[in-house]
């Protein structure tokens, strides 16, 4: 039969028979790229149906026993995948180059494999390269199957053939299929074999993990239909200069997108964190001005972590402002309510703020640290030591209830801080340790002078 050519948006995954300059559904410049389909590419490589195994069903007909876990040995990944992996998911890891994601995956198969047959496929790795980088791992588990291919159709009959519980593809931008005329790494390919390892999970109950490298924007490379086809989406992150790496959910739909995992990179592989608020703390300076200690929530975990600014006369007409680790705008709008409810004149010097580790805080509770740490700059003066602070701060200077203070404020006293500034809120009477200095405060004034 006739082979189809369809053009297919690298942004947002729009597809349609003609090419465009600009992309209809997302209006991106240049992303429409060409490949052709045969027709009976869609069921190739997968198991075909019979005529009408599927019919219809009532909601209340449908079983709902709860979906079957197992861990992966891991105990931050399984927190970010909602306590463990489903049995039948598919999962995509995405992350820069060189951030840890293959050795993740391989420290994960030392321990699934006590219980599971799991397949390793790299089509980015020979098989001694595997072998070298699991005896550095010190990983060595006597029934992980390992292949180097890249061929989609080999890969699911060799899948077939072995029948592993679990799939790992490392990477989905090397694997291609030979019946679509595009190279590998393209949108055309990664949409074909991300629907071929789909629909092969969910028609055999298997557990597939594919690796993701992500493009320039820090968005996963490929079509945007990616992250629609599969059933959780994990972002692993951090600075590759730095040891530690921050692992959170897009996307998952078997638990929530709150939660994070923090692991360590040491020279024997990812080591979990189970006290990440410690760790992000070590070296914090004593009597040192411009460093405020923040309380902020992912998901269920507080975390603390060390927000530092520096307040510099500017040498030019323009003051420069640089935030690394928060919102970029939101630290702008911080430094003109300052201006204009504290009264401080910032119009003439340069703001940098910074949060150690590596860390990006998006929480709203941030406002207040990042203001105190800049007035402490700006004054050359250091807060108190064992003090820590959140609050979300208004346009009016006033501040403002956030969730989970009491979480914060226990999470403070168990790493020696011994004073909390904070909006005004009920805490209640129980749960509260007691020596513990709660400070609120209603406005920015009366923050900054309760400790400055």
């Known amino acids: 039969m006739k082979e189809k050519t369809v053009y297919l948006c690298s942004e947002c995954g729009y597809e349609h028979a003609k090419w465009f300059g600009k992309c209809p559904s997302c209006g991106a410049w240049n992303t429409m790229s060409e490949f052709k389909v045969k027709p009976e590419t869609a069921a190739r490589g997968v198991i075909a149906k019979p005529r009408g195994s599927a019919r219809p069903q009532t909601l209340e007909g449908i079983a709902t026993d709860r979906e079957e876990r197992f861990l992966s040995g891991m105990g931050e990944l399984d927190r970010v995948l909602g306590g463990g992996a489903v049995h039948g998911s598919f999962v995509l890891v995405g992350g820069e180059p060189g951030i840890g994601k293959s050795t993740l995956l391989l420290q994960m198969c030392d321990e699934m494999c006590k219980n599971a047959k799991v397949l390793y496929v790299s089509g980015e790795e020979s098989l001694r390269q595997i072998k070298l980088r699991a005896k550095r791992l010190c990983v ?20 077939d053939a072995l029948e592993p519980d679990i799939l790992i593809v490392d990477s989905i931008q090397t694997v291609y299929r030979p019946d679509v005329s595009a190279a590998p790494g393209g949108a055309s390919q990664i949409k074909e074999c991300a629907m071929a390892l789909m629909q092969y999970a969910k028609s055999r109950g298997v557990t597939i993990f594919i690796i993701g490298h992500v493009n320039k924007e820090g968005a996963l490379a490929g079509p945007k239909i990616l992250e ?9 992150e951090g600075e590759t200069s730095g040891s530690f790496r921050c692992l959170r959910a897009a996307k998952n739909r078997y638990g929530s997108t709150n939660e994070i995992g923090v692991f360590e990179m040491s020279d024997h592989g990812l080591l979990e964190v189970p006290n990440p608020s410690a760790a992000m703390l070590a070296g914090h300076p004593v009597g040192a001005s411009g460093n405020c200690i923040a309380c902020t929530i992912e998901g269920t975990r507080p975390l ?4 530092q600014a520096l307040v510099a006369k500017t040498a030019f007409g323009v003051p420069r402002r640089t935030a690394a680790g928060v919102d970029y705008n939101r630290m702008v709008l911080l430094l ?24 990006r805080l998006d929480e709203p509770a941030v ?7 800049t007035v402490s700059s700006f ?48 805490l209640g009477e129980q749960g509260v340790p007691r020596g513990m200095n709660i400070v609120q405060v209603a406005n920015v004034a009366e923050a900054i002078g309760a400790v400055l």
Request: charged residues 20%; glycine residues 8%.
């Open 336 to 359: 003109a309510i300052l201006e204009k409810r504290a009264g401080l004149f910032l119009s003439n010097s340069d703001a940098y703020v910074n949060v150690v580790g590596g860390m």
């Open 304 to 307: 603390l972590a060390e927000v």
């Open 228 to 236: 629609h086809m599969v059933d959780c989406v994990l972002y692993f």
């Open 140 to 159: 060595s588990p006597p029934s992980l199957f390992v292949l180097a291919e890249t061929d989609m159709d080999q890969i699911i009959a060799e899948t």
């Open 379 to 426: 004054r050359d003066k250091p807060l108190p030591e064992g003090v820590m602070a959140f609050g979300e701060i208004g346009l009016t200077g006033e501040l403002r209830a956030v969730s989970a203070a009491l979480q914060r404020v226990q999470e403070a006293w168990r790493l020696g801080f011994h004073t909390c500034i904070m909006p005004k809120q009920d």
């Open 367 to 373: 406002d207040l640290p990042i203001v105190l740490a």
